[in-house]
């Protein structure tokens, strides 16, 4: 067989391929993307996004429309989600917080692994802050101080199981300082409690985190973070200052209901690794700070898997009960 | 003066043709949904923001703000007509707007919540314009010690909204901490009173306690009457149909009141208009001479909160525009639409896009102005709605408390909680115990405990540090002073006694 | 010049709600009271608990104290109440079933006909009319979603 016949050959397998593919399910029905907040919240902002890029770079035939279905700390979306049983046209956006919530609560009937694991999508990292007067100017610098005063400087953050104190307490761990965390409610609060002086240390996203450096107000000591974050070219990554912490990403990603057949799933697995692929993609995660995590649907499962194990871990190491 | 030339260039900004009309939009959209009970600034934005993807920034900013105004002065057409508050800041506007409606006087209460907005919207502009910069310096000192003071002072209004038994009033308020502390607690991530139950692990939305028990409750409670088609007096002629010359003299200092209360309030971080009108309101009570006709129909009840509930709206914008803070739902909302567009609010905000903010500043002068204008003349329309017969009347309000506890979260677990507090309502009413304690309790206590933990935290569990502070000392002080208040009352009043003659 | 509510009233609801500062006060027991890092769940809960344990049986003293008379509480049209909470509770479980269109027009035919003794054409009017208007304007015209049930509205 000649070059030319074999590579004619090879290009009529590899576009029979994806016929092959689309002889599976295509959706009829506007798609429903739920998600656990109300509108203009985080993973709103997100679905909405999405929606539109999927609209722009037509990889779907249907179009895709948000439902907010928020409460219970998320899990009046999970309930939602698990409801729609064997449902096509359904999928929801999760965050990692999800797994955790679920670890702590017995009131938790249904949970995010109840659910078909469709795709990861981004990994929100974040940077460690100080006020611009903080006598800090690396990291080591507020370890040192906080092992000579243990329990005398604080950090203020969400709640306690948000991925602040996750932070928080694996630095501590790895270091044996010791200081204290102040949840906050609202992003505005914990901001305002740094700049008024009134916490020394906050764990902040890289987005909102931006203006307050420019103007001046605010230092970065380091990212939490694999790889160097575009926006920070010159801030060490947890790793490079020399603390050996895993980083424990703030995740967001795709579920579908339970119970879906099996082209379902792979139609959506399809349509997300196309949409990641985009460039309207990777403009949206350049200008938000976000960090590609796109993994598959069974890569998915395994990180569910793999961080519901460390979240319990940490859970019990700050001496939270966790349930299951 | 540069502020005038700005502003000048501002107001050229804000009267273009395009943008006066979208103001427009903004304000009357925003006035139509904010009288859906439950749907308030927050959802009202939210929904509306789509479509400003398609105007300049400009123009979305403009229509934004209108929508801001529009929704807070919506929310307080039902709860002035119908006892159903339309969304949080409103609740207040209940206590004396229904009563007012009830004896005859919806049209003047109507008229002077717009008139309120107006004043103290304007106000609050004002105070984004001159003083933005300073006062955001100012709100970053104010921390978890200063929270608490500020909570607790409003919680000691509690004791002046007790009306006949102070126990009574406490009790409820203690009610209210309760139904305030189920949920997830923030720092230990327990779950607290959640009965199983997964709904509750994000606690109880506060608007659906406020709509059941005041509007619930109170259908439930005046169902019982058998009187056929007793209409609720709506008095005809215009001049009866709007606030008279002698109402806005009593509401001058509820005007200052509202103006300036709100305005502070939100500046701060987590200060929100909710809290806002309720210590506008326990402020008022507490200056005026006829303390004890509060909660039974006067004006500067209603003129107060509604002042504070808009004067609070340009508060919110200074650490949102000045420091990129945003200090309450809305202005989060805000925020994001603002990063949609490529704008970064930071401290460098107002300097790097003078433009935009001289429009937006111009342009709620304007919003302010609109609203006035649009909604004065439609008093009258509202007003005609209590017109209806109660076995018309009544079903509506069931149905529009279902709908905006509905609309705001989706979940049918709400609804059988309006049920239940709807139940509550009336049993506390039955059984004279005061109501409005209760819902301020709830309104402040999620925010009393935490500023409480929060501020022992910093100081690693000494207690001074909630007197120490100048600002938070004040504010305990003045919670003091709240507290002797009825207490002064009743001495002098036994002291007239003990100087009236013995015996007949 | 006394408090003229009902000593009855009065009594027992300050036994009911001494009987849920208790219960409150037994569950902020098993929560933690004072942790390494600051006030615990159970700490803000501990007292109001016994706040509320405490007014509520010093009312019960007072209204046991309080000479009898003073008014009573009219409970001669509770029965109207009762019937129109209960016809509220159902039309809200109804709303998951046969969706939020139908049970509020059950709700209001039942309000205007049975409580307010209208006849029964007009009752049927003002459900249809009220329940049609508003599935128009929110439904429709606001795109406030509903409950919707097997009815598919």
Same mark, same amino acid.
């Given at each position: 067989?000649?070059?030319?016949?074999?590579?004619?050959? /090879?290009?009529?397998?590899?576009?029979?391929?994806?016929?092959?593919?689309?002889?599976?399910?295509?959706?009829?029905?506007?798609?429903?993307?739920?998600?656990?907040?109300?509108?203009?919240?985080?993973?709103?902002?997100?679905?909405?996004?999405?929606?539109?890029?999927?609209?722009?770079?037509?990889?779907?035939?249907?179009?895709?429309?948000?439902?907010?279905?928020?409460?219970?700390?998320?899990?009046?979306?999970?309930?939602?989600?698990?409801?729609?049983?064997?449902?096509?046209?359904?999928?929801?956006?999760?965050?990692?917080?999800?797994?955790?919530?679920? /670890?702590?609560?017995?009131?938790?009937?249904?949970?995010?692994?109840?659910?078909?694991?469709?795709?990861?999508?981004?990994?929100?990292?974040?940077?460690?802050?100080?006020?611009?007067?903080?006598?800090?100017?690396?990291?080591?610098?507020?370890?040192?101080?906080?092992?000579?005063?243990? #329990?005398?400087?604080?950090?203020?953050?969400?709640?306690?199981?948000?991925?602040?104190?996750?932070?928080?307490?694996?630095?501590?761990?790895?270091?044996?300082?010791?200081?204290?965390?102040?949840?906050?409610?609202? #992003?505005?609060?914990?901001?305002?409690?740094?700049?008024?002086?009134?916490?020394?240390?906050?764990?902040?996203?890289?987005?909102?985190?931006?203006?307050?450096?420019?103007?001046?107000?605010?230092?970065?000591?380091?990212?939490?973070?694999?790889?160097?974050?575009?926006?920070?070219?010159?801030?060490?990554?947890?790793?490079?200052?020399?603390?050996?912490?895993?980083?424990?990403?703030?995740?967001?990603?795709?579920?579908?209901?339970?119970?879906?057949?099996?082209?379902?799933?792979?139609?959506?697995?399809?349509?997300?690794?196309?949409?990641?692929?985009?460039?309207?993609?990777?403009?949206?995660?350049?200008?938000?700070?976000?960090?590609?995590?796109?993994?598959?649907?069974?890569?998915?499962?395994?990180?569910?898997?793999?961080?519901?194990?460390?979240?319990?871990?940490?859970?019990?190491?700050?001496?939270?009960?966790?349930?299951? | 003066?540069?502020?005038?030339?700005?502003?000048?260039?501002?107001?050229?900004?804000?009267?273009?043709?395009?943008?006066?009309?979208?103001?427009?939009?903004?304000?009357?959209?925003?006035?139509?949904?904010?009288?859906?009970?439950?749907?308030?600034?927050?959802?009202?934005?939210?929904?509306?923001?789509?479509?400003?993807?398609?105007?300049?920034?400009?123009?979305?900013?403009?229509?934004?703000?209108?929508?801001?105004?529009?929704?807070?002065?919506?929310?307080?057409?039902?709860?002035?007509?119908?006892?159903?508050?339309?969304?949080?800041?409103?609740?207040?506007?209940?206590?004396?707007?229904?009563?007012?409606?009830?004896?005859?006087?919806?049209?003047?209460?109507?008229?002077?919540?717009?008139?309120?907005?107006?004043?103290?919207?304007?106000?609050?502009?004002?105070?984004?314009?001159?003083?933005?910069?300073?006062?955001?310096?100012?709100?970053?000192?104010?921390?978890?010690?200063?929270?608490?003071?500020?909570?607790?002072?409003?919680?000691?209004?509690?004791?002046?909204?007790?009306?006949?038994?102070?126990?009574?009033?406490?009790?409820?308020?203690?009610?209210?901490?309760?139904?305030?502390?189920?949920?997830?607690?923030?720092?230990?991530?327990?779950?607290?009173?959640?009965?199983?139950?997964?709904?509750?692990?994000?606690?109880?939305?506060?608007?659906?306690?406020?709509?059941?028990?005041?509007?619930?409750?109170?259908?439930?409670?005046?169902?019982?009457?058998?009187?056929?088609?007793?209409?609720?007096?709506?008095?005809?002629?215009?001049?009866?149909?709007?606030?008279?010359?002698?109402?806005?003299?009593?509401?001058?200092?509820?005007?200052?009141?509202?103006?300036?209360?709100?305005?502070?309030?939100?500046?701060?971080?987590?200060?929100?208009?909710?809290?806002?009108?309720?210590?506008?309101?326990?402020?008022?009570?507490?200056?005026?001479?006829?303390?004890?006709?509060?909660?039974?129909?006067?004006?500067?009840?209603?003129?107060?909160?509604?002042?504070?509930?808009?004067?609070?709206?340009?508060?919110?914008?200074?650490?949102?525009?000045?420091?990129?803070?945003?200090?309450?739902?809305?202005?989060?909302?805000?925020?994001?639409?603002?990063?949609?567009?490529?704008?970064?609010?930071?401290?460098?905000?107002?300097?790097?896009?003078?433009?935009?903010?001289?429009?937006?500043?111009?342009?709620?002068?304007?919003?302010?102005?609109?609203?006035?204008?649009?909604?004065?003349?439609?008093?009258?329309?509202?007003?005609?709605?209590?017109?209806?017969?109660?076995?018309?009347?009544?079903?509506?309000?069931?149905?529009?408390?279902?709908?905006?506890?509905?609309?705001?979260?989706?979940?049918?677990?709400?609804?059988?909680?309006?049920?239940?507090?709807?139940?509550?309502?009336?049993?506390?009413?039955?059984?004279?115990?005061?109501?409005?304690?209760?819902?301020?309790?709830?309104?402040?206590?999620?925010?009393?405990?935490?500023?409480?933990?929060?501020?022992?935290?910093?100081?690693?569990?000494?207690?001074?540090?909630?007197?120490?502070?100048?600002?938070?000392?004040?504010?305990?002080?003045?919670?003091?002073?709240?507290?002797?208040?009825?207490?002064?009352?009743?001495?002098?009043?036994?002291?007239?006694?003990?100087?009236?003659?013995?015996?007949? | 010049?006394?408090?003229?509510?009902?000593?009855?009233?009065?009594?027992?609801?300050?036994?009911?709600?001494?009987?849920?500062?208790?219960?409150?006060?037994?569950?902020?027991?098993?929560?933690?009271?004072?942790?390494?890092?600051?006030?615990?769940?159970?700490?803000?809960?501990?007292?109001?608990?016994?706040?509320?344990?405490?007014?509520?049986?010093?009312?019960?003293?007072?209204?046991?104290?309080?000479?009898?008379?003073?008014?009573?509480?009219?409970?001669?049209?509770?029965?109207?109440?009762?019937?129109?909470?209960?016809?509220?509770?159902?039309?809200?479980?109804?709303?998951?079933?046969?969706?939020?269109?139908?049970?509020?027009?059950?709700?209001?035919?039942?309000?205007?006909?049975?409580?307010?003794?209208?006849?029964?054409?007009?009752?049927?009017?003002?459900?249809?009319?009220?329940?049609?208007?508003?599935?128009?304007?929110?439904?429709?015209?606001?795109?406030?979603?509903?409950?919707?049930?097997?009815?598919?509205?």
């Amino acid at each position: 067989m000649n070059a030319t016949v074999r590579a004619l050959v /090879l290009a009529t397998i590899a576009a029979a391929a994806p016929a092959v593919h689309a002889q599976g399910f295509k959706p009829t029905r506007p798609i429903e993307m739920v998600v656990h907040t109300g509108p203009g919240g985080g993973n709103d902002v997100l679905a909405r996004a999405i929606a539109a890029m999927i609209e722009k770079e037509k990889l779907a035939p249907v179009r895709m429309q948000v439902v907010n279905k928020p409460g219970g700390n998320g899990n009046v979306f999970v309930a939602y989600v698990a409801e729609k049983r064997g449902d096509p046209h359904t999928l929801g956006l999760f965050t990692g917080n999800m797994i955790t919530n679920m /670890l702590i609560s017995t009131e938790v009937k249904v949970t995010l692994r109840d659910l078909t694991p469709i795709a990861r999508l981004v990994l929100e990292p974040a940077v460690i802050a100080v006020k611009a007067d903080a006598p800090y100017k690396t990291l080591a610098d507020f370890i040192d101080d906080a092992k000579k005063r243990p #329990g005398q400087l604080k950090q203020s953050g969400g709640s306690i199981t948000s991925r602040d104190n996750v932070v928080r307490q694996l630095l501590m761990r790895s270091t044996g300082a010791q200081w204290a965390f102040i949840s906050f409610p609202g #992003g505005g609060e914990r901001i305002a409690a740094l700049l008024g002086g009134h916490v020394n240390m906050m764990v902040i996203e890289p987005e909102e985190a931006g203006e307050h450096i420019r103007a001046g107000n605010m230092r970065v000591l380091a990212q939490v973070s694999e790889r160097r974050l575009h926006g920070f070219p010159n801030v060490p990554t947890l790793k490079e200052a020399g603390f050996d912490v895993p980083v424990v990403p703030q995740v967001r990603g795709v579920v579908a209901p339970p119970g879906i057949p099996k082209e379902n799933v792979q139609y959506w697995e399809e349509l997300f690794r196309k949409l990641t692929r985009t460039a309207s993609w990777q403009k949206y995660l350049a200008e938000n700070q976000f960090e590609d995590g796109y993994l598959t649907s069974a890569e998915l499962a395994a990180f569910f898997d793999g961080f519901s194990d460390r979240m319990r871990e940490i859970l019990g190491a700050a001496g939270i009960k966790t349930v299951r | 003066m540069e502020i005038l030339s700005s502003l000048a260039q501002g107001f050229a900004v804000a009267l273009a043709p395009a943008n006066l009309l979208w103001c427009f939009v903004g304000v009357l959209l925003g006035t139509v949904i904010g009288i859906m009970p439950g749907l308030g600034p927050p959802a009202t934005i939210a929904m509306l923001l789509p479509l400003t993807f398609q105007m300049t920034p400009a123009a979305a900013m403009i229509m934004l703000a209108g929508i801001y105004y529009g929704a807070k002065y919506g929310g307080s057409t039902t709860s002035i007509l119908l006892n159903v508050p339309g969304e949080s800041a409103s609740v207040v506007t209940c206590l004396d707007g229904y009563q007012m409606a009830r004896k005859g006087r919806a049209g003047a209460a109507l008229g002077i919540a717009a008139i309120a907005s107006f004043v103290a919207g304007t106000v609050g502009v004002l105070g984004l314009m001159l003083v933005a910069p300073p006062l955001a310096r100012f709100a970053l000192a104010f921390s978890s010690p200063e929270y608490f003071g500020l909570m607790t002072l409003g919680l000691a209004l509690v004791v002046l909204l007790a009306g006949r038994s102070v126990i009574k009033a406490l009790l409820a308020a203690l009610v209210g901490l309760w139904i305030a502390s189920m949920g997830t607690d923030l720092f230990s991530a327990t779950s607290r009173f959640t009965f199983g139950q997964m709904e509750l692990l994000a606690g109880i939305d506060f608007i659906v306690v406020a709509i059941g028990v005041f509007a619930i409750g109170e259908v439930l409670a005046n169902i019982a009457l058998r009187e056929g088609t007793q209409l609720l007096p709506v008095p005809k002629g215009l001049r009866n149909l709007l606030p008279t010359w002698q109402d806005l003299k009593d509401c001058r200092f509820a005007f200052l009141n509202g103006s300036v209360v709100g305005f502070l309030v939100g500046v701060l971080p987590g200060g929100g208009s909710t809290i806002a009108s309720f210590l506008s309101y326990g402020l008022e009570k507490a200056v005026s001479r006829r303390r004890g006709q509060f909660g039974t129909g006067v004006i500067e009840g209603v003129a107060a909160p509604e002042g504070a509930n808009n004067s609070e709206t340009g508060g919110a914008l200074v650490p949102l525009l000045t420091l990129g803070i945003p200090g309450s739902g809305t202005t989060a909302i805000l925020l994001a639409a603002l990063v949609l567009w490529g704008f970064k609010p930071g401290p460098l905000f107002i300097p790097e896009n003078p433009t935009l903010f001289w429009g937006l500043v111009a342009s709620m002068y304007l919003g302010n102005a609109m609203l006035l204008v649009l909604n004065l003349p439609l008093v009258p329309a509202f007003a005609q709605v209590l017109r209806l017969p109660v076995y018309v009347l009544y079903p509506l309000i069931f149905g529009v408390s279902m709908v905006g506890v509905y609309s705001v979260s989706g979940s049918p677990f709400d609804l059988a909680l309006l049920a239940a507090f709807g139940l509550l309502g009336y049993l506390m009413r039955k059984l004279d115990y005061p109501t409005a304690p209760l819902i301020l309790a709830l309104a402040l206590g999620a925010g009393l405990e935490r500023a409480l933990r929060q501020s022992l935290m910093m100081s690693g569990g000494n207690l001074a540090i909630l007197v120490e502070r100048p600002i938070a000392a004040v504010m305990l002080s003045l919670a003091l002073v709240v507290l002797l208040i009825p207490l002064v009352g009743r001495l002098n009043a036994w002291r007239l006694r003990a100087l009236e003659p013995d015996g007949g | 010049m006394g408090e003229t509510t009902n000593r009855a009233a009065d009594f027992w609801s300050g036994l009911a709600l001494a009987a849920l500062g208790t219960y409150i006060v037994l569950e902020a027991r098993q929560w933690e009271y004072l942790g390494p890092e600051g006030p615990g769940a159970g700490f803000f809960p501990l007292w109001y608990g016994i706040a509320m344990v405490a007014l509520s049986l010093a009312l019960v003293a007072s209204s046991a104290l309080r000479k009898p008379g003073g008014g009573g509480i009219d409970w001669r049209n509770a029965g109207r109440s009762a019937a129109a909470w209960l016809a509220f509770a159902a039309s809200v479980a109804a709303c998951k079933l046969v969706g939020f269109a139908v049970s509020f027009a059950l709700l209001t035919f039942f309000i205007v006909a049975v409580l307010y003794r209208r006849p029964l054409a007009v009752a049927a009017t003002v459900a249809v009319a009220v329940a049609a208007g508003f599935q128009v304007v929110f439904a429709m015209a606001l795109g406030v979603s509903l409950p919707s049930g097997v009815l598919g509205f």
